[in-house]
């Protein structure tokens, strides 16, 4: 059968390697080109696909769609058995996994003998979530019967799309402003020239290699670690004219625009984010970095509670007039004892655990939540909400020049205030005063939030164990400033 296929993306088809990074700007054929290369390894040999994205709570959300359109326009629906949830090769036995990564973790743990994994829309995926899924998807030793597994062979591939955002993202940290080798580490430089020669020879001319210098190429090969390649609409020979009229309005427009959508530039911030100027500012100023914690003192929390949606706790330890914000959690679906637990584990010296307003109603389970904070043994605050969220705001902003965060620990939680954005005007296109509150960055800006507002004078409070929202002011404290790179 005869397949369209974009040059540019061959390598996925012929030349094995651990991590196959594209990324990019829009009309580069990034998802469909994967979706194609994907179908026709599976009509090859036996294989367990993965498809992952970071956030997938139902299978529309995923590319499942992707696949199984490109499937009826290859002809191969007599091929494979689609389901609404899985797909699956009739011929050759290979299937295809949907996945989310955030708050599955176990099941991604359990996950075994995964010959090719696909992350789309990657630049969404947690620092937390490439560090189960690396290790996660393992082949198997050299001397097993069933082979090393991947689709050559050689063991499991991850395969990596997305079109960048911003440069803090996790994902473009790893791969494209600190990319991996693109061998395995005992592969010598003079072997690695020698190899990119060869090989460049090879797909310009007909050569033909002796027996020695074969085994060399392929062992070389072999060990092949990363490729990364940035593609975009002009390595597209099918870019369709709807699209390039778009790209060439945009391109007249405004040249950043056409960068960051077209050509896959970062942005320095996200349209329409909330704390912007405040995040530049920590970041000029180096208050966002790694930083030692001082295991002997306090820590503070402050949360964000959900149960369908997330809850998001913020640690933060004061210094003098400064907040150093240590760690940060969040997850799903999980109640009360989990994530007490989760503090029992990380062995701090707790203080107050501030709560929003619905920790003394709303439940994750058959009792408050400030009730099981209590009953094990942690005093916990609870931080009155105002009616308007611009207060909110408002409050977190007040404070943000005295925080510092650990870039490490803290890493989804910065995600999360980077990327609280305002809402768009369906009607007009223009940003509203109110935040987005349907997304998955939400419930770590409200957890901020709590932290802010709870920035209060204690005794202007009617009650010693909640704060209401008026004056704030910021926590006092006699310790000198301990924390440092």
Not at 76 to 93: A, P, R, S, Y
Not at 223 to 242: E, G, L, M, V
Not at 294 to 299: A, I, M, Q
Request: net charge neutral; proline share 4%; glycine share 6%.
């Amino acid at each position: 059968m005869e397949v369209k296929f974009i040059y540019a993306l061959s390598f996925l088809l012929s030349d094995p390697a651990r991590y196959k990074v594209l990324y990019g700007g829009r009309g580069g054929g990034k998802t469909e080109g994967i979706a194609i290369a994907l179908i026709l390894f599976a009509r090859t040999k036996r294989l367990r696909i993965a498809c992952f994205r970071e956030f997938q709570n139902k299978i529309k959300e995923s590319v499942h769609s992707v696949i199984k359109q490109k499937i009826i326009d290859l002809g191969l629906e007599h091929e494979f058995k689609i389901t609404d949830t899985g797909i699956e090769c009739l011929t050759t036995g290979s299937e295809f996994l949907f996945l989310g990564l955030r708050y599955n973790i176990d099941g991604i743990k359990s996950l075994a003998f995964i010959d090719i994994a696909w992350i789309e829309e990657a630049k969404n995926v947690s620092k937390a979530s490439w560090k189960i899924l690396g290790p996660t998807i393992r082949g198997r030793p050299a001397d097993d019967p069933r082979g090393r597994g991947g689709p050559f062979g050689l063991g499991p591939e991850i395969w990596v799309s997305f079109n960048p955002e911003l440069d803090d993202d996790e994902t473009y940290k790893m791969f494209i402003l600190n990319p991996p080798s693109d061998f395995n580490l005992d592969v010598t430089p003079e072997d690695k020239d020698w190899f990119y020669k060869v090989k460049d020879l090879m797909e310009n001319s007909e050569i033909k290699l002796n027996e020695s210098d074969e085994q060399r190429f392929q062992t070389i090969r072999s060990k092949r670690y990363s490729i990364i390649k940035k593609i975009n609409y002009q390595d597209n020979p099918w870019f369709p004219d709807d699209l390039r009229a778009e790209m060439e309005q945009s391109r007249a427009k405004s040249i950043d625009e056409y960068l960051e959508v077209w050509q896959g530039n970062t942005k320095k911030v996200l349209d329409g984010a909330i704390y912007a100027d405040e995040i530049r500012k920590a970041i000029a100023e180096e208050r966002i970095k790694k930083f030692k914690c001082d295991t002997s003192k306090p820590v503070n929390t402050f949360w964000d509670l959900g149960h369908s949606d997330k809850t998001a706790i913020w640690f933060t330890q004061t210094a003098g007039m400064e907040f150093y914000h240590i760690g940060y959690y969040e997850n799903r679906l999980q109640k009360m004892p989990h994530y007490i637990k989760y503090l029992q584990d990380t062995g701090f010296i707790f203080g107050k655990m501030y709560l929003p307003h619905d920790g003394d109603s709303e439940t994750l389970s058959n009792v408050t939540p400030k009730k099981q904070l209590t009953d094990a043994g942690y005093k916990v605050v609870i931080v009155d909400r105002p009616a308007k969220k611009f207060v909110g705001i408002n409050a977190a902003r007040s404070v943000f020049d005295l925080c510092n965060f650990d870039e490490e620990n803290c890493a989804d939680g910065l995600t999360c205030l980077r990327r609280y954005c305002y809402k768009v005007n369906e009607e007009t296109g223009h940003f509203s005063k109110e935040p987005d509150h349907d997304t998955p960055w939400s419930h770590g800006a409200d957890a901020f939030q709590t932290f802010a507002l709870s920035l209060k004078s204690e005794a202007n409070s009617k009650k010693p164990d909640r704060i209401k929202s008026n004056k704030i002011l910021p926590f006092r404290s006699s310790s000198v400033g301990w924390m440092g790179t």
